[in-house]
């Protein structure tokens, strides 16, 4: 199969999923900018593409979203000075929609995790993806992310739990 093709096919099979992963992280502009910027990577290394695309995908739009939250730090603080004033507070990252966006006892719960933690249990819980996938995408060893879930998932229970949500861990979460 020829390149352009072998491109086209992965775009089509996978493009809707990294437009998801990056909208639940950013507005909709910026999602379409996160694809566009994965897939120029992508085409740039179609040669070195793995088997299963897809986690790899999701590892250049995880590192594409942060190069853009650093450019954009660099831009409002450039602002900030210019303007005289002092630096701009955010609201935690995790602001995007996604599954269960609905639920505030459980966004705030995440937003009180680090960025490590929140994006391990997002990976698993929005984007639908297994330990080993979720490994690829963070560049971890499996191991090390069975590890990491597992006190993620646990920080998350005792941040639910502090609100008072203790009902909604599941009973292996829980201590």
Do not use: C
């Amino acid at each position: 199969m020829d390149a352009q093709r072998r491109f086209e096919e992965l775009y089509r099979a996978h493009a809707d999923r990294v437009h998801a992963y990056a909208r639940r992280r950013s507005d909709a502009a910026v999602a379409d900018d996160v694809v566009a910027e994965v897939f120029l990577v992508a085409w740039r290394r179609l040669g070195e593409m793995p088997d299963e695309p897809f986690p790899w995908l999701l590892g250049v739009a995880r590192r594409v979203l942060a190069n853009r939250r650093r450019t954009d730090g660099r831009a409002a603080a450039l602002r900030d000075r210019l303007a005289g004033s002092g630096p701009r507070h955010q609201a935690p990252d995790g602001s995007g929609t996604g599954p269960g966006s609905g639920d505030t006892s459980v966004l705030r719960a995440l937003a009180t995790l680090g960025e490590r933690d929140r994006e391990l249990l997002l990976l698993i819980a929005w984007e639908g993806l297994g330990q080993p996938e979720v490994a690829e995408v963070l560049g971890l060893r499996p191991g090390t992310v069975s590890v990491r879930l597992h006190r993620a998932r646990r920080r998350l229970a005792d941040a639910l739990a502090a609100q008072g949500d203790d009902f909604l861990v599941p009973m292996e979460v829980r201590r």
